[in-house]
């Protein structure tokens, strides 16, 4: 077995899984049965239609379980046409067979390498072998195998763009760890620091002045309680080993800098309510790059937009940010590796980050709330 043959054939079923059964799946099931019984009622010049539209009928529920069993499904569709189309001495020849190709799509979009390569020889089967015994006409083979290939390239394209798209979220999470690691640093590399300056100080001043000594002593504990609280707020947190250079941490004085105006661009109101000095850096990093976002997101994407508000307030719960803008309200939108990177920037905090348009107003607003719970213990 040839080394690409070999890897298909151990590829495994597609990642992400699929879900069991949508909405959409009963829908399907519910309507096709009507539309096999129209067809057949309409169309009296098709030979034992009466009979293809029981089949069909009856195999309408493998719909059910394209997704789990698509191999399955496939061969059993597969077997019971067969034997029929022998019994009744042809093929099919109501359009709603096509309701097949799902099943066509199902093994190459969610099957592992075994059952695409296992479908693929069902097919080539299915098609080629009436040319060996009842010679149809080169146009009708040609375009049967057409629309058959087409639907399975169309499963493979659907089933590489979700594994890419899942391979690079997965990238944004790694990036968003290693982003919350390198504050981690930061922060504890300056307890740590001023920690050392302090105990050399107290060192010094021990034999001669031992006030002084008590003093730089109450420093220090409140250095590594601070110290300790950060990192706690960061456990889990891993990140890569490297000597890439480390910008300062920012913080809630640097939201200043959002409210820049730029050149055609919406205007940036901010607010700050309560005590940000006493937040963690870490948290107050979290804060001003979730809202860096938001205000990157809001000028970019919302049309018409005039301004921005930007809030943030602290409070005995936590820190509440809100980043909502003007611009003409949007039905929906997909979820963008922006908004992937500050949902999961609020989790790793304890927190929660939601996005989406503003309720009963224009506009877009993002609301992120970090209970004490997630980021002090």
């Given at each position: 077995?040839?080394?690409?043959?070999?890897?298909?054939?151990?590829?495994?079923?597609?990642?992400?899984?699929?879900?069991?059964?949508?909405?959409?799946?009963?829908?399907?099931?519910?309507?096709?049965?009507?539309?096999?019984?129209?067809?057949?009622?309409?169309?009296?010049?098709?030979?034992?239609?009466?009979?293809?539209?029981?089949?069909?009928?009856?195999?309408?529920?493998?719909?059910?379980?394209?997704?789990?069993?698509?191999?399955?499904?496939?061969?059993?569709?597969?077997?019971?046409?067969?034997?029929?189309?022998?019994?009744?001495?042809?093929?099919?020849?109501?359009?709603?067979?096509?309701?097949?190709?799902?099943?066509?799509?199902?093994?190459?979009?969610?099957?592992?390498?075994?059952?695409?390569?296992?479908?693929?020889?069902?097919?080539?089967?299915?098609?080629?072998?009436p040319v060996a015994f009842e010679r149809p006409a080169l146009g009708d083979v040609i375009g049967g195998l057409a629309v058959v290939v087409t639907t399975g390239t169309l499963g493979?394209?659907?089933?590489?763009?979700?594994?890419?798209?899942?391979?690079?979220?997965?990238?944004?999470?790694?990036?968003?760890?290693?982003?919350?690691?390198?504050?981690?640093?930061?922060?504890?590399?300056?307890?740590?620091?001023?920690?050392?300056?302090?105990?050399?100080?107290?060192?010094?001043?021990?034999?001669?002045?031992?006030?002084?000594?008590?003093?730089?002593?109450?420093?220090?504990?409140?250095?590594?309680?601070?110290?300790?609280?950060?990192?706690?707020?960061?456990?889990?947190?891993?990140?890569?080993?490297?000597?890439?250079?480390?910008?300062?941490?920012?913080?809630?004085?640097?939201?200043?800098?959002?409210?820049?105006?730029?050149?055609?661009?919406?205007?940036?109101?901010?607010?700050?309510?309560?005590?940000?000095?006493?937040?963690?850096?870490?948290?107050?990093?979290?804060?001003?790059?979730?809202?860096?976002?938001?205000?990157?997101?809001?000028?970019?994407?919302?049309?018409?937009?005039?301004?921005?508000?930007?809030?943030?307030?602290?409070?005995?719960?936590?820190?509440?940010?809100?980043?909502?803008?003007?611009?003409?309200?949007?039905?929906?939108?997909?979820?963008?590796?922006?908004?992937?990177?500050?949902?999961?920037?609020?989790?790793?905090?304890?927190?929660?980050?939601?996005?989406?348009?503003?309720?009963?107003?224009?506009?877009?607003?993002?609301?992120?709330?970090?209970?004490?719970?997630?980021?002090?213990?």
């Amino acid at each position: 077995m040839t080394s690409p043959v070999r890897a298909l054939w151990d590829a495994p079923a597609a990642t992400p899984p699929p879900p069991r059964r949508v909405w959409r799946d009963w829908v399907l099931v519910a309507l096709l049965p009507p539309l096999v019984v129209l067809e057949a009622a309409l169309r009296p010049d098709v030979p034992w239609r009466w009979v293809w539209a029981v089949v069909l009928v009856v195999l309408v529920p493998t719909l059910l379980w394209r997704r789990i069993r698509p191999l399955t499904m496939l061969a059993a569709a597969f077997a019971v046409g067969t034997v029929v189309g022998l019994a009744t001495g042809g093929d099919p020849q109501l359009f709603t067979t096509a309701y097949f190709l799902i099943l066509v799509y199902a093994v190459m979009r969610w099957g592992s390498g075994r059952a695409m390569l296992a479908g693929t020889a069902l097919l080539l089967a299915g098609i080629l072998l009436p040319v060996a015994f009842e010679r149809p006409a080169l146009g009708d083979v040609i375009g049967g195998l057409a629309v058959v290939v087409t639907t399975g390239t169309l499963g493979v394209a659907f089933r590489w763009r979700a594994r890419a798209r899942a391979r690079e979220l997965e990238g944004v999470r790694l990036l968003e760890r290693e982003q919350l690691a390198r504050d981690l640093h930061d922060t504890v590399a300056h307890h740590v620091s001023a920690i050392a300056i302090q105990a050399q100080a107290g060192t010094a001043v021990a034999p001669t002045d031992p006030a002084a000594a008590a003093e730089v002593l109450r420093v220090i504990e409140g250095e590594a309680s601070r110290t300790l609280d950060e990192m706690r707020s960061m456990v889990g947190v891993l990140r890569r080993t490297d000597a890439a250079e480390r910008a300062p941490t920012p913080g809630i004085a640097d939201l200043r800098r959002l409210a820049r105006p730029e050149a055609g661009g919406p205007a940036v109101e901010l607010r700050v309510d309560g005590d940000v000095d006493e937040l963690p850096s870490v948290v107050a990093a979290a804060v001003f790059r979730i809202a860096q976002e938001a205000v990157t997101n809001a000028r970019r994407h919302a049309r018409n937009a005039a301004r921005i508000d930007v809030l943030v307030r602290v409070g005995a719960d936590g820190v509440r940010l809100e980043v909502r803008d003007d611009g003409e309200a949007a039905a929906s939108a997909a979820p963008g590796y922006g908004i992937t990177g500050m949902v999961e920037r609020a989790a790793l905090l304890g927190g929660r980050c939601e996005a989406g348009p503003a309720p009963g107003a224009d506009g877009w607003v993002v609301t992120v709330e970090l209970p004490r719970a997630g980021w002090s213990t």
